[in-house]
């Protein structure tokens, strides 16, 4: 696996700080599948480039930004 540059890794975590809600649209992740329309919220972004999240369902999958579909509901107050 080839991680990501350091630029790519500071656009996403600009793009999607620590406490931005996001909403699925879709998820490739047939093990345990998140339904769209569940809307989350951004734990942190590890070196790889997924966005680890805290789904109002209680599960923690991370979000893969090339693979899974998501839109931003609200950003992150600072």
Same mark, same amino acid.
């Given at each position: 696996?080839? &991680?990501?540059?350091? !630029?790519?890794?500071?656009?996403?975590?600009?793009?999607?700080?620590?406490? #931005?809600?996001?909403?699925?649209?879709?998820?490739?992740?047939?093990?345990?599948? =998140?339904?769209?329309? #569940?809307?989350?919220?951004?734990?942190? =972004?590890?070196?790889?480039?997924?966005?680890?999240?805290?789904?109002?369902?209680?599960? !923690?999958?991370?979000?893969?930004?090339?693979?899974?579909? &998501?839109?931003?509901?609200?950003?992150?107050?600072?």
């Amino acid at each position: 696996m080839q &991680f990501p540059s350091e !630029s790519y890794l500071e656009q996403l975590r600009k793009k999607y700080p620590v406490g #931005t809600k996001l909403q699925l649209i879709s998820m490739r992740n047939e093990t345990y599948p =998140i339904l769209p329309g #569940t809307v989350g919220v951004v734990t942190h =972004i590890d070196d790889a480039g997924s966005i680890h999240m805290r789904w109002e369902n209680g599960s !923690s999958l991370a979000l893969i930004p090339e693979i899974d579909s &998501f839109q931003t509901v609200s950003k992150a107050k600072k």
